[in-house]
C-alpha cells in the first residue's frame, strides 16, 4: 500500500454528463499529477499540482481541470463527458523538491461512459 | 518530444527462468530518470526499479535488474527466478526531473507453472 487513495473504485455515467474524482496524497506530499490510462495503452499525463497550483498540463482539453486543497488532496473534473473519456484514472503524489523524489500512485478509477 | 517504446506486447517465461522486457527511448536531455513500473491486477503501479541517467552502473533490486545503454537509449528490465507474482503489465517510463512520467505502452508478462 502506497497511502494514496482514490474515490471512487468505478463509475459508470453518460455522454455528456460531468464527473469528479478524488485523490487523498500520502501524507507529507505536496504535489499530486493525474493520469489516463485507455485500455491496453500506458497512462498519459493529464496535469500536475503543486502547492494549489497547476504546475504542468498534458495534450488534453479545458473540459478536464483539476483542484488541489490545503491538505494536498485532489480532484479531477471532466466537463461534458465523451466516449474517449472511458479509461482508468490513475492519481500519484510526491515530494517535490526531495532529490530522490519518487511518486506513489493510487489503484486508480476506472471511468465508463456511455 | 520524448517518447517510450516497448516492442512486445506480451511475454511468456517458465517459472524460475530469466526473462527480459525491451525498452527504446527517445530524448536530446543529457539528464533524466528511467523508469520500470510493474501494474497487477489491481491496477496500482507499483515501482519496480529505478535508474538515473548520469549513473553508467545499471541497477539492480533483488531479481530485477537492468541494462542501461544510454548512447543507444536502449533500458531492459531482466526479472531472474520468474515468480507466479511477477505475472502483471510493465511500463518502461522516462523522466526529466520534476517533469511529467512518459509511459510506453506496456508488455504483458505471462508466468508459466
Known sequence: ?114 | AQTVTQSQPEMSVQEAETVTLSCTYDTSESDYYLFWYKQPPSRQMILVIRQEAYKQQNATENRFSVNFQKAAKSFSLKISDSQLGDAAMYFCAYRRGGDKIIFGKGTRLHILP
Open chain 1, 1 to 114: 500500500e502506497t497511502g494514496v487513495t482514490q474515490s471512487p473504485t468505478h463509475l459508470i455515467k453518460t455522454r455528456g454528463q460531468q464527473v469528479t474524482l478524488r485523490c487523498s496524497s500520502q501524507s507529507g506530499h505536496n504535489t499530486v499529477s493525474w493520469y489516463q490510462q485507455a485500455l491496453g495503452q500506458g497512462p498519459q499525463f493529464i496535469f500536475q499540482y503543486y502547492r494549489e497550483e497547476e504546475n504542468g498540463r498534458g495534450n488534453f482539453p479545458p473540459r478536464f481541470s483539476g483542484l488541489q486543497f490545503p491538505n494536498y488532496s485532489s480532484e479531477l473534473n471532466v466537463n461534458a463527458l465523451e466516449l474517449d473519456d472511458s479509461a482508468l484514472y490513475l492519481c500519484a503524489s510526491s515530494f517535490m523538491g526531495r532529490t530522490n523524489e519518487k511518486l506513489f500512485f493510487g489503484s486508480g478509477t476506472q471511468l465508463s461512459v456511455l
